[in-house]
């Protein structure tokens, strides 16, 4: 019998990355998410690797958590490795946020990591075997401007997992705290832009896509796979992240007054703002810039692989 992974969050961009990933070693793979359709297409797209299971589920709905794990391991006997990816990016200037805003985003990325994990350990601790990855970013080791939720989020998801690897030691199971940069999976089509959409989509596109910011995503899945199933309690992707981690803590309070210097450089909230958001489809159309389109063209490319 094959080992067995679930990946959450595993329909599109990093998540279905890593599913395929753990398909070419061989490993069965149950891959979730909220959208049907979504997952019909992953699996599609992943095909050449071997058969993906997929699942509808919401990682914010912790019954539905905790009664697809029991699933799982019904199906399968067992869940050897469990990878939680799904994230939600809002950019939007600090006043143009709304309670909402910060509910979905500590919901999905660190209530519900916190849910999977707490799902899956259980068991994991009962065969003396097991590994658990959580995706937590940059942003959640150094506040970037105009991503509140998600700082706030990411941040809660480190301080979980690092928490966790450390409760789990000498228990034969693992927990790897996933610390990505920018990387180049086509998320800037799926993003939410507030404020000016237009004008925060206009900075954070070409950031998620040109080769010297953001990494190449397939690399990323890779180095994720290998560090999660060798029980590495943390990895760091890109030169990029280590140095913003490096210089946050050598020097916390000017990192911070950088922080506040980039905040101050991009669009700030309109007159009037009502706190709506738009995803980067809607906000790249209302741009319409031939040069952002340029600077975009690997992560749209990155996008039409990755089922973004």
């Not at 450390?166 to 993003?191: C, D, F, Q, W, Y």
């Amino acid at each position: 019998m094959s080992d067995v992974a679930l990946v959450v969050g595993g329909s599109r961009g990093l998540g279905l990355l890593i599913g395929r990933e753990l398909l070419e070693r061989g490993y069965a793979v149950v891959a979730c998410a909220r959208d049907e359709a979504e997952l019909g297409r992953a699996a599609a797209a992943v095909a050449a690797a071997g058969r993906l299971e997929t699942r509808v589920c919401d990682i914010r709905d912790r019954e539905a958590v905790r009664a697809l794990v029991a699933e799982v391991e019904r199906g399968h006997g067992h869940i050897d490795v469990a990878i939680t990816v799904a994230g939600v990016i809002q950019s939007a200037p600090a006043e143009s946020l709304t309670q909402e805003h910060f509910d979905e985003a500590i919901e999905t990325m660190l209530e519900g990591p916190i849910v999977v994990a707490r799902a899956v350990e259980p068991a994991m601790r009962a065969r003396g075997k097991g590994h658990i990855g959580t995706v937590t970013s940059i942003g959640g080791m150094v506040s970037p401007p105009h991503l509140l939720p998600y700082a706030a989020a990411k941040f809660g998801a480190v301080g979980f997992s690092d928490g966790l690897a450390a409760s789990l030691a000498g228990t034969g199971v693992t927990a790897t705290t996933i610390v990505p940069g920018l990387m180049r999976t086509g998320s800037h089509e799926n993003a939410q832009f507030g404020g000016d959409p237009a004008a925060e989509y206009a900075w954070f596109a070409p950031a998620a896509s040109l080769p010297l910011l953001s990494t190449d995503a397939d690399r990323a899945a890779r180095r994720i796979v290998d560090a999660v199933l060798a029980g590495k309690p943390m990895v760091v992707l890109t030169p990029l992240a280590w140095a913003g981690i490096r210089v946050r803590g050598l020097m916390p309070g000017t990192t911070t007054r950088v922080m506040g210097l980039a905040n101050r450089l991009l669009p700030s909230a309109p007159a009037g703002d009502t706190g709506e958001t738009v995803d980067g489809k809607t906000a790249e159309r209302r741009l319409d810039s031939r040069v952002v389109r340029a600077l975009t063209t690997l992560g749209t490319r990155a996008a039409r692989r990755n089922n973004e």
